[in-house]
């Protein structure tokens, strides 16, 4: 029996930041965020908008697919809680309307979790051939104003389906990881926006890659030359870029430019325009590939590299199944993107630093379009509105 991803889809907001608007406040050339981190837009989330509510307009057209009430668990990964106690998935499973005979648990790990999520689903199909999981990846990518994360902000969550015999990826028993305890990129409880160190946020990424990879050939035996097509994790599209060429260094591969770009360029395709959506990034990467690669890739053997700051990181990979063009959802995440609305930095700002509200009591005016929107907060219990 194979395990893995057997429906995908993204969710992400109706609104983007131009990196032209931005080159222009900052004075800036707009080649640095173009050329120098290969970015052209961040989706901007308004304040009626959350994971949550992210969350559940990825994974609706998935429900409307199958038997909702065959979920047996919400795996919901984020670094962009909405609660302490209460998880993310709990909402979820409210306004999605599952079942009461499903379990609903949080996970964090920086970008990372997702792929924590990935794992552990596999692993309790694999245990039990019934279940029927739901994964979900959510983040809002936010720094603070004039910081140097400031660019490379965004917003998205991936819902992914996780079944026996799945039809878009089996994935492979064995995978290489790597945990260190640095400070690169971290957001404590009291602050919004996240802290990091930029530069050397992207070195102990490239570390942590060499490590992980080395672990995963010790552990499965596979080689960089069995592996067809590769998925990093984006925080902004340049460090695919970045990525590859550290890895191929590390294993000695010579490529061409242009086997280079067919192993990489169509997994950054969708992440140019959506910005960082930290743990939905990777999986968004996923989509971008499957959905805008030339050629059929039909038994390809994809490299997933899961990468959160602080830090943990996996290598792992699957098999691209035969078919899985049919249940791709390409239209929809064309749609979105296109149906956005562009916004000027003042407007940003104000969706971003709203004026200081009473944060147990307030009422959000109506600018999420989507099926499902946070309404308020009255004493402090969030108010979803479901308008699908
Ligand atoms: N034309 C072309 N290229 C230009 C240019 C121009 N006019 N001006 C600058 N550039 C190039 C620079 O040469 C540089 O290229 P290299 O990386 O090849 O050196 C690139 O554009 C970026 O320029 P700077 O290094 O001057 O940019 P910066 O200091 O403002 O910030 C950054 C870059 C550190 C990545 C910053 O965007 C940042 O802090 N981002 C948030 C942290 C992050 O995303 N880290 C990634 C690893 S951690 C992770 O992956 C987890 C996560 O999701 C956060």
Partial sequence: MTVGIDLIHFATADYYLGLDTFAREKGTELEKYTVGIGQEKMSIAPPDEDIVTLAAKAARPILDQIDPNSITNVLFATESGVDQSKSAGAYLHGLLGLSNRCRTVELKHACYGGTAALQMACALVTANPKERILVIAADIAKYDV??????????????????????????????????????????????ATALVDGKYSTKVYLNSLKQA???????????????????????????????????????????????????????????????????????????????????????????????????????????????????????????????????????????YYPATQDPDNVTFDVNNRGPYRLSGIQHAIRRYQNRS
Wanted: aromatic share 12%; hydrophobic share 35%.
């Fill in 146 to 191: 004039d910081s140097s994360g400031e660019a490379t902000q965004g917003c998205g969550a991936v819902a992914m389906l996780i079944t026996p015999d799945p039809r878009i990826l089996a994935i492979e028993p064995g995978s290489g990881y790597f945990t260190e305890d640095v400070m690169d990129f971290w957001r404590p409880n009291h602050r």
């Fill in 213 to 351: 990879w080395q672990h995963f050939v010790s552990e499965t035996g596979r080689s960089f030359e069995q592996i067809d097509a590769f998925c990093y994790h984006i925080p902004f599209s340049r460090m695919t870029e970045k990525a590859h060429k550290a890895l191929c260094k590390t294993v000695g591969a010579r490529l061409s430019k242009n086997t280079f770009q067919t192993q990489t360029q169509p997994g950054q395709i969708y992440n140019r325009v959506l910005g960082n959506s930290y743990s939905a990034s990777l999986f968004i990467g996923f989509c971008s590939f499957l959905d805008n690669a030339p050629d059929d890739l039909s038994h390809k053997r994809f490299g997933l590299f899961s990468y959160g700051s602080g830090c943990v990181a996996e290598f792992l990979t699957g098999i691209v199944q035969p078919g899985y063009e049919k249940v791709l959802m390409r239209g929809s995440h064309q749609k979105q993107i296109q149906a956005r609305t562009p916004l000027t930095y003042e407007q940003y700002l104000t969706f």
